[in-house]
């Protein structure tokens, strides 16, 4: 299975989801990507991002951005966003993707319209902002993402 990340510039909130999503995926057989929808390929995670990672002994000094693009959709089965507008971003560029679409703050639910959307928790981009506002970003990426990682486990049980 394989299961992509992503949120807008693949700094901030979608390089620590991949990141903690490895590690609490490490023991069953699912890949682990990020991207963002508007990203510069190749640019390094945040500093705050780096900052919260550390804190929580995840390291992101490696983390190199990329764009989300249809080719690295091809072998995807899942994909998770970080925001629900994220989710109509990615449907409006990609509405020939065949997978699975996730919000990762509505954990083991798969979005089929839309429109039909309600409840979960959007994950606010804390770009340039506090280390306050990156610890809380970080705290619901952990939450979210260890949720999400134990129904993929459930899942591959099946």
Not at 44 to 54: E, H, L, T
Not at 115 to 142: H, R
Request: glycine share 8%; net charge neutral; proline share 3%.
């Amino acid at each position: 299975m394989i299961v992509l990340f992503f949120c807008t510039g693949n700094t901030c909130r979608s390089p620590l989801v991949e990141a903690v999503a490895k590690n609490a995926l490490s023991a069953v057989d699912v890949d682990c990507v990020s991207a963002g929808t508007h990203a510069s390929p190749g640019q390094r995670a945040s500093n705050g991002s780096i900052a919260v990672g550390m804190q929580n002994a995840i390291d992101l000094t490696q983390h190199k951005s990329q764009l989300l693009t249809a080719d690295l959709l091809e072998n995807v089965d899942w994909v998770i966003g970080v925001t629900k507008s994220h989710l109509w971003t990615f449907r409006q560029q990609f509405p020939q993707f065949c997978g699975k679409l996730g919000l990762l703050g509505l954990p083991g639910k798969q979005i089929t319209k839309l429109s039909e959307m309600s409840g979960g928790q959007d994950i606010a981009d804390p770009w340039q902002g506090s280390i306050e506002s990156y610890n809380k970003m970080a705290d619901s990426v952990i939450k979210y993402t260890n949720q999400w990682a134990e129904y993929f486990k459930m899942e591959i049980v099946k």
